[in-house]
């Protein structure tokens, strides 16, 4: 016969299931750092060109969306928890699959199957951060998305530090490694009990119809958001180059990005306490587009190390907010969310260098700038409960 917890107990946040999503964070920012970081060795070793290296990235993106489509229904039947250990198995899996791929259709398929654990995994995550953030009654979404740009930091560093070992190697001992882990946390993610402790107006929000206009508009806000992250992913140091920087100061420009991001990330949480979501994302949109159109305006590489730094720091609590605001309406909202806003990750780097051939580099980055200032002028109507 079982008793019913105390009420202290059910006060008392689930500080290990906090843990749990910590590590989860981590291993995807991770995962994603070293698959990224060594792709021009996996197109060396395929002897892919650009066209054909574009191919494998849109297998990946297509079974990512993919994945997050179909991970927001399984979390809103099964419960998020549920896409915790097998997507995170399978990622891993698919991440050792890749490094034995030297075709361009293996390599397809392979990167199809990768984005689609990614897809899962992210659902998983990020639904059951929205729950466990209920049970503590305090945001604690931006620390959990600091947990991943720290990962892809430590990715980036493993990956520097074993440029000497063939990536095939290297895949498969990160792959290995993180399905083993996923296998072994998988007593403790069925201990947890905050992760699929939906409120009865999630619930019901998600069997019933979501609001469909507040569903989109903050996906599109995250589209805008994560443009920009791609922008910055992508075409940062190729802006340093252009400016005559050295190609050491050219590379610290992404890291300057991620590292500002990671630290605002990490007191997200307790701006978002003191000011509110909406003040919180506003600003730091305001700040983001600030900095990077002076930044790319003034046209020196300090001023445009600046700009790149304003634009992690600005959004940094951008995405996070917006997952929260989606889990009201449940996990097929925070699927839906996620989905439109990695639509606009992708199309970003497309979006800028479009527009780079058509005027110029500088030019071209007035859209990421006026996208931030969007968010900045629009948040509030996502954000703000009613």
Do not use: K
């Amino acid at each position: 016969m079982t008793t019913a917890p105390t009420a202290a107990a059910q006060a008392a946040p689930p500080a290990a299931d906090w843990r749990l999503l910590t590590g989860v964070f981590a291993t995807l920012g991770i995962i994603m750092a070293v698959w990224g970081a060594r792709m021009p060795a996996v197109q060396a070793a395929a002897h892919l060109n650009a066209g054909q290296l574009a191919v494998v990235l849109l297998g990946a993106a297509a079974g990512m969306v993919a994945g997050l489509q179909v991970g927001g229904r399984l979390a809103a039947r099964y419960g998020p928890s549920r896409l915790l250990v097998g997507p995170t198995v399978a990622f891993g899996g698919s991440l050792v699959l890749l490094g034995q791929c030297i075709t361009l259709p293996t390599l397809t398929l392979g990167a199809a199957v990768f984005g689609c654990a990614h897809g899962l995994l992210d659902v998983g995550a990020n639904a059951s951060a929205v729950n466990c953030q209920r049970a503590y009654r305090r945001p604690i979404m931006s620390a959990l998305h600091a947990a991943y740009s720290i990962g892809a930091l430590a990715g980036a560093a493993l990956v520097v530090a074993t440029t000497w070992i063939p990536y095939c190697l290297l895949f498969n001992l990160v792959g290995a490694a993180t399905a083993v882990g996923a296998l072994v946390a998988h007593r403790a993610v069925r201990a947890a009990r905050s992760l699929d402790d939906f409120s009865s107006t999630a619930t019901t929000t998600d069997r019933a119809q979501p609001v469909p206009a507040r569903v989109w508009l903050l996906g599109t806000l995250a589209a805008a958001c994560l443009l920009a992250e791609g922008a910055a992913a992508d075409w940062s140091a190729v802006h340093l180059r252009s400016l005559h920087a050295s190609e050491a100061t050219a590379a610290s420009a992404y890291a300057v990005y991620s590292g500002a991001m990671a630290v605002g990330r990490l007191f997200g949480d307790r701006l978002t306490v003191r000011f509110g979501a909406s003040v919180t994302v506003r600003s730091g949109a305001a700040l983001a587009a600030v900095g990077l159109g002076i930044g790319v305006a003034v046209g020196s590489p300090a001023s445009a190390l600046l700009g790149w730094m304003a634009i992690g720091l600005g959004l940094s609590t951008a995405v996070p907010s917006l997952i929260s605001a989606a889990g009201r309406g449940g996990p097929r909202a925070v699927g839906t969310v996620a989905a439109t806003g990695y639509l606009g990750l992708l199309a970003g780097p497309a979006a800028i260098g479009g527009l780079a051939s058509l005027s110029t580099l500088p030019a071209a980055f007035t859209l990421p700038v006026v996208l931030a200032a969007c968010v900045a002028l629009t948040a509030h109507r996502a954000l703000e409960q009613r």
